[in-house]
């Protein structure tokens, strides 16, 4: 499968960012781009509120707009039900019209110390009730700086995905995330993020046959905006985006849908 068919997208992690009104005002001026626009059929985009906003925002969307803007949660427990105070599980979160389900953010990783095997065990609940996990790895800035981040990426992938049998596995979405790179302005050059997306195909190839490495979908996420975009996008390993900062405002974010329309 070549790039030009594959899936691609742009995702927009709001993180723990906005208020109910701020939320519905941003998927409104993004549902109005999309219904003013064009896209093809393999593009679309994602939003990920906060959890106590994922109800409002799925619920605004018209259902026009299904197969172009859907709603992502930024996180999920491992279990259907039960006494685990303050989480929310993926049954939940595909009840209310979510499709997508971050799993394996650096900043999961980082504060709260979620593990490869914890990691695994998400991803395996989510693909259960048909969500759709986005996988994000990437690297710290030391291992970068060590020059052994392929490797690490390798193990983050490994230990969490690899013990899906394909058919699974090729309903995952990938996110190359360089830690370094997220939220602090210094994108990775469109060559380290191009080195690194195929890299990643080429350890799926291993694992998983040429045909699943060609069709898998890796966005690049870290201080990806629309400045910087038309070079990361336009790389022919990468299908689109994550992004954080420059999702929370309509303008950027449908500025990035339009820059992949045009280069992705
Ligand atoms: P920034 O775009 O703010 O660097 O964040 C990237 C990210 O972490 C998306 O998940």
């Known amino acids: 499968m070549s790039k030009k068919s594959r899936l691609k997208i742009v995702a927009g992690n709001w ?3 906005l208020h109910s009104n701020e939320a519905l005002e941003l998927v409104t001026g993004i ?10 059929d393999n593009c679309q985009a994602i939003v990920c509120p906060p959890s106590p906003y994922l109800f409002l925002v799925a619920n605004s969307i018209s259902e026009e707009l299904d197969n172009k803007l859907s709603v992502g949660a930024q996180n999920c427990y491992t279990k259907a039900s039960g006494a685990y105070t303050g989480e929310i599980s993926p049954e ?4 209310i019209g979510c ?11 980082k504060y709260f110390g979620e593990s490869h095997e914890f990691l695994a065990q998400k991803v395996n609940k989510a693909l259960e009730v048909d969500l759709i996990p986005i996988f994000c790895c990437g690297e710290p800035l030391e291992i970068r700086e060590a020059g052994t981040h392929v490797d690490y990426v390798s193990t983050q992938l490994k230990e969490s995905l690899f013990h899906l049998d394909v ?3 090729n309903r995952i979405i990938l996110a190359y995330e360089p830690v370094w790179a997220i939220g602090t302005g210094k994108t990775a050059s469109p060559e380290q993020a191009q080195e690194m997306h195929a890299a990643i195909r080429e350890m799926l190839a291993t694992q998983y046959g040429k045909e699943t490495a060609d069709s898998v979908t890796i966005l690049y996420g870290g ?5 910087n975009a038309e070079e990361l996008f336009s790389q022919p390993d990468v299908d689109g985006g994550l992004i954080g900062g420059a999702s929370l405002k309509a303008d950027s974010f449908t500025k990035l849908i339009e820059i992949l329309n045009e280069v992705g």
């Open 31 to 40: 549902s109005n781009y999309l219904e003013n626009n064009d896209l093809p």
């Open 99 to 109: 499709l997508y389900v971050l799993i394996g953010h650096s900043e999961r990783r």
């Open 223 to 227: 201080s990806c905006k629309p400045a």
């Open 92 to 95: 939940m979160i595909q009840d």
């Open 15 to 17: 993180k723990m960012n």
């Open 167 to 169: 058919d699974n596995f």
